[in-house]
């Protein structure tokens, strides 16, 4: 693996952030689960990846998102949630805005439609990202910042790329039985360990791979218990109020998470626009992720109370939204502006680029999805 080199700051900041997981393994007797590193690898104080200074999105950060792509995907995705606005409140959530872009085209768009959106409050993690989105939304007053849910809840819920950065369990089916992978140090290095299930994490491969038996040994795959608490919590903000969330990410419903292809688990990191699977380079310097279970989150939405009311891919959703007619709204014949936001949508729906692998998960209470989005719905295959 040939990853470009760090300069001198962002190696002692790793080095230090490597102490401190490596204390967190003494502290706990020698090993901790991959769930606890993964937490301390991206959000430790200072130090973790999102909580750290470095740039995350972006030519000079190591991955880019939609929002980034095109100003339509967020004029695309603010007509969608103008629908729910019109049922439920003026009121809109962010859950981890990047860069603030898609706050500011989705405020835009919506002014443009004559949409009003009393308050957007932005829930982030990452200090870095937090002064981006303050410098890029200093002309939006609604806009507010919080460090997490509020109690009650009216409006719409935005999650783009969110749930692939939660914390994940890794399992390993072995002779003995499925086993919790932990991470330990030897001769100086991170590596795995493997340890009992405890009751909560058999629990959840339970109901999240009814049949775990039935796969072969050797097969390691990710459970997602923090993931799952998320969608818990979302039930719970929308209790007693009216609206939807709208979760965008790149993952499978679990009769395609579940197959021998993936017998070494979606588990990936991205560095400088690099993607390995080695969660172990450069702790606090590489984002690590896991394909979303969208199964487990429908599955955990529903249980506390929060109805699924629409699954689909990107593609789909997008074009349900009016992506297409957005693009029309510049003149083919005017090359210069055209052509960019035409290849631009092109990467957004094409099923070979980000219109199949992304899905679009929307749960909601009392509220309903405009029939052109609606007749893209695949919760039948969740």
């Not at 959000?43 to 880019?64: H, I, N, Q, V």
């Not at 009216?154 to 890794?170: Q, W």
């Not at 936001?341 to 209470?365: D, N, R, T, W, Y």
Request: net charge negative; glycine share 10%; hydrophobic share 45%.
């Amino acid at each position: 693996m040939s990853l470009p080199l760090p300069d001198s700051d962002a190696l002692a900041a790793s080095h230090a952030l490597q102490q401190e997981i490596a204390t967190a393994i003494q502290q706990a007797g020698g090993a901790i689960p991959f769930s606890r590193f993964m937490e301390l690898a991206l959000y430790a104080p200072r130090l973790g990846y999102y909580s750290g200074g470095a740039a995350k999105l972006g030519a000079s950060g190591d991955f880019t998102t939609a929002p980034e792509i095109s100003p339509l995907f967020g004029a695309a995705l603010a007509r969608a949630a103008a629908a729910i606005i019109a049922q439920s409140a003026p009121n809109i959530i962010e859950f981890g805005a990047g860069t603030g872009k898609l706050a500011r085209d989705v405020l835009t768009a919506l002014a443009d439609e004559g949409v009003k959106v009393e308050r957007y409050t932005i829930i982030e993690l990452s200090g870095e990202l937090r002064a981006r989105q303050q410098a890029e939304l200093k002309d939006f007053p609604q806009v507010e910042w919080r460090d997490g849910f509020p109690a009650s809840f009216s409006g719409v819920v935005l999650a783009n790329e969110v749930l692939d950065a939660m914390p994940v369990e890794l399992v390993l089916n072995t002779p003995e039985g499925w086993r919790r992978q932990m991470v330990t140090i030897e001769d100086g290095r991170f590596t795995y360990v493997q340890a009992e299930l405890d009751a909560d994490l058999a629990a959840q491969l339970a109901r999240q791979i009814p049949d775990a038996d039935s796969l072969p040994e050797g097969y390691l795959t990710e459970l997602h218990p923090v993931a799952c608490g998320f969608m818990g919590s979302l039930a719970s903000m929308f209790e007693g109020g009216k609206g939807a969330a709208i979760l965008l990410d790149y993952g499978f419903p679990a009769h395609e998470y579940y197959v021998d292809q993936r017998s070494g688990g979606t588990l990936m990191c991205h560095y400088r626009h690099h993607s390995h699977p080695d969660p172990f380079y450069l702790p606090g310097l590489q984002d690590i992720t896991s394909h979303v279970e969208f199964t487990a989150m429908a599955l955990a939405a529903q249980d506390a109370g929060l109805p699924v009311l629409g699954y689909m891919n990107q593609a789909g959703f997008l074009l349900g939204c009016g992506i297409g007619d957005l693009l029309m709204r510049t003149d083919p014949n005017d090359v210069v502006r055209y052509l960019p936001q035409s290849k631009a949508v092109h990467k957004l729906v094409a099923p070979s680029e980000m219109g199949e692998l992304f899905k679009v998960l929307i749960v909601g209470h009392e509220v309903e999805l405009p029939d052109a989005i609606a007749q893209a719905d695949r919760s039948r295959r969740l």
